[in-house]
């Protein structure tokens, strides 16, 4: 919900608005004023016409496409002459949009990490600790299910946008005893992963396309006021915050008015601008600042907390926003639903045609229903039916050729993984995976891009904020530092696997006999019941803060192997290598039979029966022929 501030003017269109009590400084009236400005400026970005989105504005654009993507169907005629008629909508942009959904996000997609240390050398065990943490983050907010939003917003919108950042927001609640204190807000606080709805994010130059290089970014939205204040009432100008009400500064004369917001009595106005050539990162309830005016970024890499991606580019990389698979559907989406609504209109006309009387009587509808009789004064009076020469098959043409415009578009069934009936081979599975893997390559592309910038940003808060530690307590003059640990899950089958500790006291390089000591430490710290498969790691936060981390996105982490495919490769080489007669047969059996279905994977000897034991020896040389499947010889 956006909120709209407006002055009250009077019939000369001069401001009569009430004074705010509001009254800072200088250096905060001209920042606030700078920020007013740029405000505006991108205000008008997102109400004028491009002709990139066919001459229409960014507002516009991305309302027409999220009906196309909700299957808004407009609402009857108000004419009884055309009340009848089909209004009905096909759901085909939806399902195009969620089969590409679900197909990118089969797998959860993470990038690959590389560590450099001072000397330009690759260092893996730092690179292991990194992606296991990200890994911890990823666990912890939601990554998975924003990963999924971020992909649909992509489909449907003309860009998606994403909030990367790190908060630790506190909250006063009432403890058991009865007492008041302060605490960590869970929901708030960690790893904030949000999507941006594009008509909140204003930016300084719709032809940079790289969301880093933009001169300004504003992210205004509607909060309720109790969030508000959890999140700023520490601040002392907190107390000129009203709901509904907005301190607006005037450039004449420089002092704030009061604005009010008819719509709604419980929100507030959250703005927070980012400037990239200030580095500043400011912010503003209700045209109030909340920070103080030359605040600088806080990120240690100085970077927006912004990633942006997209379906398909519009030009050749420089207009900041993209074509949406909606938005390129669109054409051929009017047309199908057109066709489909003259369809089912002219299966009403084939099947309760029009008539026509002659004669001297008046005949209305309400004589026309099953078995019913009307007598005709006049001899000359007849009805019959109008031809209308409706051909529906046309229009059934019409609509295959439409639809297939929009798989060319987007996937047609195949690529979808919709192939014959009847078993098939890998050949046949791998062939429509390739195929899907082609049709989606470009998009594929643009959404690693967006995961190689997410990555970028969630190692840069990890070093931040991750790697640092708190005081533990206070003796004297000197303090404990204390150092977080983490228990790394995996991300398959949620098992904790390994623990990462910052330890400050770690030596960058240990003797053998130091190795050992440390070992049998571990083991004593974690009581001598520690389980086998746990990993444990000590890390120096120092060394790890000094390394560079880079992300990569690589074919096969977008589009890694199926399943199917593997289950399809692996039934195949079964059958090839049970034939041999130089395959062991129990190996074959247990991990390409029964490892190729979930059921029998984990535990495939329950499923093999126990071998037959030999006869003694003296007894009957049939039976033991007979066993060995050779044929007796008398």
């Given at each position: ?11 000369d ?15 905060v ?36 496409d ?10 009857p ?55 296991d943490?990200m ?31 790190y ?14 204190e ?23 130059n ?46 004449d ?52 907390p ?14 900041f ?67 209308v ?15 297939g ?31 899907s ?27 931040q ?114 034939q ?55």
């Amino acid at each position: 919900m956006i909120l709209d501030f407006e002055l009250e003017l009077d019939k000369d269109g001069k401001n009569k608005s009430p004074l705010s009590s509001y009254n800072p400084d200088e250096p905060v009236k001209d920042i606030t004023l700078l920020v007013q400005n740029n405000f505006e400026d991108g205000r008008e970005l997102h109400t004028k016409s491009y002709g990139e989105f066919n001459d229409k504005s960014l507002v516009s654009r991305m309302n027409m496409d999220q009906k196309a993507f909700n299957n808004f169907e407009p609402s009857p005629s108000d004419d009884p002459d055309e009340e009848w008629r089909s209004t009905a909508v096909r759901p085909i942009v939806r399902n195009k949009i969620i089969g590409i959904a679900a197909h990118i996000t089969a797998n959860l997609i993470f990038p690959k990490i590389f560590a450099q240390n001072e000397e330009d050398e690759e260092d893996r065990d730092a690179a292991e600790v990194m992606k296991d943490l990200m890994e911890w983050v990823a666990d912890r907010s939601d990554y998975a299910k924003k990963f999924l939003y971020a992909v649909i917003a992509s489909l449907v919108n003309p860009a998606s946008v994403v909030h990367v950042e790190y908060n630790k927001v506190m909250r006063t609640v009432t403890n058991i005893d009865g007492n008041k204190e302060e605490i960590e807000d869970s929901a708030l606080s960690g790893f904030q992963f949000n999507i941006v709805p594009l008509d909140e994010l204003y930016i300084e130059n719709i032809y940079e396309h790289d969301i880093q290089k933009q001169g300004y970014l504003i992210w205004r939205k509607a909060i309720s006021y109790s969030t508000a204040k959890i999140k700023y009432s520490d601040h002392e100008n907190f107390k000129y915050i009203t709901p509904g009400i907005k301190n607006l500064l005037s450039e004449d004369d420089g002092l704030f008015y009061e604005a009010y917001d008819k719509s709604s009595d419980r929100l507030v106005e959250e703005v927070i601008y980012y400037d990239r050539n200030k580095d500043l990162e400011l912010i503003f309830v209700n045209g109030v600042i909340m920070t103080e005016p030359d605040r600088p970024n806080p990120r240690i890499d100085k970077k927006y907390p912004f990633i942006k991606g997209g379906y398909e580019l519009v030009d050749e990389g420089r207009f900041f926003y993209y074509k949406s698979l909606a938005f390129k559907t669109m054409p051929d989406y009017k047309i199908v639903n057109n066709l489909y609504r003259m369809i089912f209109d002219g299966s009403i006309m084939k099947l309760m045609p029009p008539i026509a009387t002659f004669g001297g009587d008046i005949v209305d509808t309400g004589i026309i229903f099953p078995g019913g009789v009307t007598t005709f004064n006049s001899p000359d009076a007849s009805i019959k039916q109008i031809d209308v020469g409706i051909d529906l098959n046309a229009g059934f043409k019409a609509i295959e050729m439409a639809e297939g415009s929009i798989n060319e578009s987007s996937q047609d069934p195949m690529r979808e993984g919709q192939g014959s009936s009847g078993q098939q081979t890998a050949f046949e599975i791998s062939t429509l995976e390739q195929n899907s893997k082609i049709q989606l390559g470009l998009f594929g592309k643009m959404i690693g891009f967006m995961v190689k910038d997410w990555g970028e940003l969630m190692q840069s808060d990890i070093v931040q904020h991750l790697t640092v530690g708190e005081m533990k307590e206070i003796v004297g003059e000197s303090g404990a530092m204390k150092f977080r640990s983490f228990l790394i899950p995996d991300m398959k089958s949620g098992d904790t696997r390994k623990r990462v500790k910052f330890d400050p006291d770690m030596p960058d390089q240990m003797t053998d006999e130091q190795v050992q000591s440390e070992s049998f430490g571990l083991l004593e710290e974690e009581g001598n019941e520690l389980d086998p498969k746990m990993e444990i790691w000590r890390v120096n936060p120092a060394k790890f803060r000094s390394l560079q981390f880079q992300t990569r996105i690589s074919p096969d982490i977008i589009f890694p192997p199926s399943d199917r495919v593997k289950k399809a490769l692996m039934l195949e080489e079964y059958d090839r290598a049970v034939q041999n007669p130089r395959s062991n047969q129990d190996a074959i059996l247990k991990d390409l039979l029964y490892g190729a279905y979930e059921k029998t994977a984990d535990n495939p000897e329950k499923y093999i029966a126990p071998e037959q034991q030999a006869p003694q020896q003296g007894g009957d040389p049939g039976a033991i022929k007979a066993i060995m499947g050779e044929q007796q010889v008398t």
